[in-house]
Each structure stands twice: as C-alpha cells, then as structure tokens.
C-alpha cells in the first residue's frame, strides 16, 4: 500500500510554462519535505513544511502543505530546463520517514 | 562540509556473488539509512541506525541482506547471494535534528547479470 500518492508521474513541459505536482495521503504527516534528484545522484532536500496551512517560497518555487497536514502540492513558476529531475514527497509519520514515488519532470528549451 | 560518501558508485556482478557496499555519513549525524531505489521510484528504507544501533530493519530481508555500523559511524550493507531482482540503486543518507531531513549519498548502481 502507498502511503504518499504523487500526482502526476510524469510531467513534459516547455521552459517558460508553470506546473503543480502534488502529494495526497489518507494519513496525518507530523511533518513533509519535497526533494530534487537529477539522473546518478542522491535526492536533495528542497523543503521541510511543518505546520497545516503552511506556504514557503524558494525561488521560483512554491511549496504548499494542506491545513490538515495530509497533502502538500509544489508550483514551479517559469519552468528552466535546470529544474528538470525527479520529484519526491517525503511523510514523516511518527519516527518514520515514507517517500512517495515521485513525479518525473522534463522542461524542454 | 563533505557530504555523505558511498562506494563504489557502480557495481557489476554476476547472480549468486556476494556484493558489499560502503558508506562514511555526514561528521555528527547519529542517524544512518540505506535506501533502495528502483528506476523512476521513490527510496524505499532497507534499515534505520542510531549511532551502531539497527532500530528499524523490518524492510531488510534478512535471508540475505546484511548491515553493520561499527562504533556509530561508517556503514557497510551487504548482500550475499545476490539474486537478479536485487538490481537497483543503493542510497544511503544520514540526518540530524527533529525533522529526519536526509542527507543523500550519490548511490551505488548494482546490476545483477
């Protein structure tokens, strides 16, 4: 069973257009962190949201933690080829850390 | 600060060979995971050190997967014997604080012929 359901799995777009994936689960996150992994490297925290409700900037990126802390959603304005890679969600659900299967951006130039 | 070193980065080996993989976390990072990741998924935990102690290897599959973590600090996960299905990216990460954030190693890519 998939605690974190990301949405959606594969996303092609061309630079310069915006996007939203999303992250749903049925269950409480204590907390939720979005990460970042390019092709034969590790993933790399972007994020850590904590409170329901809550909305934290990173450039051009926007990232959205649901008020009952069981979804999170990630914007992307003005898409760059760099942001190309894949994008996981990551649920803290007591001491355990449960990541989604992540969403699989391409920007084209 | 150097981040979280795995070795090798990519490993060949033939089905029924034993494999081991090794990896030296973030200096002060009590927390140690290794990770599985298939192509186009999300990590998935094999098993959870604080300091030397496995406190969550309910993922591993103990017939033949195996880990050590010596005096707190470097790690080694083995498999022995390695089957085709075990084909995949091995991640380790290590992380301090409340919020469990990892810090990722780049993995060792392990194809089973």
């Known amino acids: 069973t998939q605690l974190l359901e990301q949405s959606p799995q594969f996303l092609s777009i061309q630079e310069g257009e915006n996007l939203t994936v999303y992250c749903n689960s049925s269950?409480?996150?204590?907390?939720l962190q979005w990460y970042r992994q390019e092709p034969g490297e590790g993933p790399v925290l972007l994020v850590t949201v904590v409170t329901g409700g809550e909305v934290k900037k990173l450039k051009r990126l926007t990232f959205q933690f649901g008020d009952a802390r069981k979804d999170s959603s990630l914007h992307i304005t003005a898409a760059q080829p760099g942001d190309t890679g894949l994008y996981l969600c990551?649920?803290?659900?007591?001491?355990?850390?449960?990541f989604g299967a992540g969403t699989i951006l391409r920007v084209k130039s | 600060e150097a981040g979280v070193v795995q070795s090798p980065r990519y490993k060949i080996i033939e089905k029924k060979q034993p494999v081991a993989f090794w990896c030296n976390p973030i200096s002060g990072h009590n927390t140690l995971y290794w990770y599985l990741q298939n192509l186009g998924q999300g990590p998935e935990l094999l098993i959870r050190y604080e300091n030397e102690e496995a406190v969550d290897d309910s993922q591993l599959p103990k017939d033949r997967f195996s880990a050590e973590r010596l005096k707190g600090v470097d790690s080694t996960l083995k498999i022995q014997p390695a089957e085709l299905g075990d084909s995949a990216v091995y991640l380790c990460a290590s992380s301090f604080g409340i919020y469990n954030e990892q810090f990722f190693g780049p993995g060792t890519r392990l194809t089973v012929l």
């Open positions: 269950s409480v996150f204590s907390s």
């Open positions: 990551a649920g803290v659900y007591g001491n355990k850390l449960v």
